[in-house]
């Protein structure tokens, strides 16, 4: 039998895979304009990590709200990479936060 997932799951994946991705990128971005003393910018690229990540959720949502209505889907390497992508992502813009108001403090002294 030859499962695969279908073209809206891998589609929810994939959004998965590019938002999450966008986040962490947006996220290392605002620790390196906080370094460079740029908190404006440092706050702009958090506030689009968190964007990013809400898209991610909403793609995530649509995969579970398909496997609860009865349509499960193929657990495949690609659907395991895009949950530890995110789950990696979600925790790099946190730890992110955290390095920019350090940064902030570390300016105000």
Known sequence: M???MSQEQLEAVMGLIIN???A???AMEAIQAAKAGDFTLAKEK????????????????GLLSQEAGGNPMTVTLLAVHSQDHLMTSITFN???????????????E
């Open 24 to 26: 962490k990128s947006d």
């Open 20 to 22: 999450a991705g966008s």
């Open 46 to 61: 958090l506030e689009a990590a968190d964007k990013s990540l809400v898209e991610a959720h909403h793609s995530q949502t």
């Open 2 to 4: 030859n499962e695969t």
């Open 94 to 108: 946190d730890m992110a936060k955290e390095v920019v108001e350090l940064y902030q403090r570390l300016e105000k």
